[in-house]
């Protein structure tokens, strides 16, 4: 069982960033892959970015964020981070971050095993 805490959320105008922090419980951290998702009002909860540590630190992010987003993870620290730069009115949602036992790139909701109560980020026009 592993319990994920997100923290950093909050109101930033457009053009500003923010850095989330994910707090992982447990001593298995780097055996998951961890992923962020996102969920506006009244849309389904959509990928963010994903990183998975095998043999070094894979990446991937939605199309959305590319370029703006960087997820990043300290596993002897047992937290994953989502560095937020250049953001957007749209990049307004509940943020969640996600824990998979299976150590694969996932951009669906089902793949993942745990995940957090959620942070929010407003970014105001």
């Known amino acids: 069982q592993v319990q994920l805490v997100e923290s950093g959320g909050g109101l930033v105008q457009a053009g500003g960033s923010l850095r989330l922090s994910c707090a992982a419980s447990?001593?298995?951290?780097?055996?998951?892959?961890m992923g962020w998702f996102r969920q506006a009002p009244g849309k389904e909860r959509e990928f963010v970015a994903t990183?998975?540590?095998?043999?070094?630190?894979?990446?991937y992010y939605a199309d959305s964020v590319k370029g703006r987003f960087t997820i990043s993870r300290d596993n002897a620290k047992n937290t994953v981070y989502l560095q937020m730069n250049s953001l957007k009115p749209e990049d307004t949602a509940v943020y969640y971050c996600?824990?998979?036992?299976?150590?694969?790139?996932?951009?669906?909701?089902?793949?993942?095993?745990?995940w957090g109560q959620g942070t929010q980020v407003t970014v105001s026009s």
């Open positions: 996600a824990a998979s036992v299976q150590r694969v790139v996932a951009v669906t909701a089902d793949r993942y095993d745990y």
């Open positions: 447990g001593r298995t951290f780097s055996n998951y892959a």
């Open positions: 990183t998975i540590y095998w043999g070094g630190v894979n990446t």
